[in-house]
């Protein structure tokens, strides 16, 4: 393993921060807590959580998969850094977003806490030595796609994942 690029390294470690911070405010309240819901159709604490992993999960999926072709990928530039800021801006504000059909597709039933803190630990994991494997000169390839927004680098996708985490986390907040 190649050490860590100082940039994907810092977008990491703000990612598993959060993760580490919510997991260890949960942990104070009963499991029962977890399943409710403020409306039938609205999702429970269990199911934002499971929705995170499975996302991220697919996520690493699919940058396995186009890092297999990283040297015929083109690398990411103002257009791209003007829709990561876009994309940001949107993932702050309190519209509800549909999650993508490959997503909810995808996504499990909930599992007790102390389960998906492990699954997402060793996905993080996964997720890290994945990093570490890409080349310097790769760190600024598209590798990365966006349902909406279209093809980020590995940076940007990091940035991505966090907004995308940030923005569920006042529904858990409002849920609790």
Known sequence: MIPLNTKLQYRFDQLEEDRIRLLDALS?????????K??????????????????EQLTLAYLKKKSLG???????????????????IFQRMPFKFKAPTLVAQHTPNPVPLRDLAERWSLSRIELKQFLESIHANNVHKLIFKHPVAGRFDAVQCLIFMREHFRHHV???NRLL
């Open 28 to 36: 104070k309240y009963p499991e029962t807590r977890f399943d409710y």
């Open 70 to 88: 990283i040297n015929q990928l083109r690398n990411s530039g103002p257009i791209e850094s003007v829709k990561i800021t876009l994309l940001t």
């Open 38 to 55: 403020s409306e039938p159709t609205r999702w429970s604490i269990n199911q934002i959580l499971i929705h995170l992993l499975t996302s």
């Open 170 to 172: 006042p529904q858990i």
